[in-house]
């Protein structure tokens, strides 16, 4: 007899949450990541403002995406290493519950890294990043780059060289949201008429039911191989 869908679903999303306020293995790895490199481009940029206006939507973005790869890959990975993994696979649950338990994980993980660099971005490059639509736009990116990554970090895990195979298999996918992110962050930044850039926010909502609904139902299929 199988176990509920939506009990399947939190007891993995409770499991993920208990592991990483105990160790903050992911938390810790992801942060430093990405300060660093908000650091890195702010010096790079630092004499020139008009570059750094137009330059820091690409910082953040690229910095969640590669702090994402970097999370998911040790998700995934010390899933795998201590069998609990294959001992969900063996249970007689739902396969999209485990998929949508882990992105729900995986998706809390990013999105708190992401919120962390928007004060960070506010105090190094002097451009107000905190506002609602930024927002917005932060958590409709991360849901689409946290439900491809965590789909592609299943079938990479096993792999030995899992850290680049996930790289290169999941920027290609990502890039449309990534475009989307980009240019819907850096023309609200930049005070355009809301007339200019709505529909980018929109975009990125039709690609994440898109890619939601690929995912949940080919998950199965995928992990099983």
Do not use: H
């Amino acid at each position: 007899m199988k176990t509920g869908f939506w009990q399947v679903t939190f007891a993995i999303l409770r499991k993920d949450m208990l592991a990483e306020i105990r160790s903050r293995e992911l938390l810790s790895v992801m942060g430093l990541f990405a300060l660093l490199s908000v650091l890195i481009f702010s010096f790079a940029l630092e004499m020139d403002r008009e570059a750094r206006e137009t330059a820091i939507s690409g910082v953040i973005w690229v910095t969640v995406a590669f702090a994402s790869i970097i999370g998911l890959n040790r998700s995934m990975s010390s899933e795998r290493e201590q069998g609990s993994f294959d001992a969900l696979l063996l249970a007689p649950v739902d396969r999209s519950a485990l998929f949508l338990g882990k992105f729900l994980g995986n998706f809390v993980v990013v999105l708190l890294v992401g919120l962390i660099l928007l004060p960070l971005g506010t105090l190094l490059y002097n451009i107000t990043l905190i506002t609602p639509w930024v927002l917005v736009i932060l958590v409709l990116g991360i849901f689409g780059i946290s439900t491809t990554g965590t789909l592609l970090a299943a079938m990479t895990a096993q792999t030995r060289a899992r850290d680049a195979l996930l790289s290169i298999a999941m920027l290609p996918i990502v890039l449309p949201v990534l475009l989307a992110s980009v240019r819907a962050t850096t023309s609200i930044i930049s005070g355009d008429p809301t007339d200019l850039w709505i529909s980018w926010p929109q975009i990125l909502l039709v690609m994440d039911v898109i890619y939601m609904v690929l995912c949940f139902f080919t998950f199965g299929f995928i992990i099983e191989e």
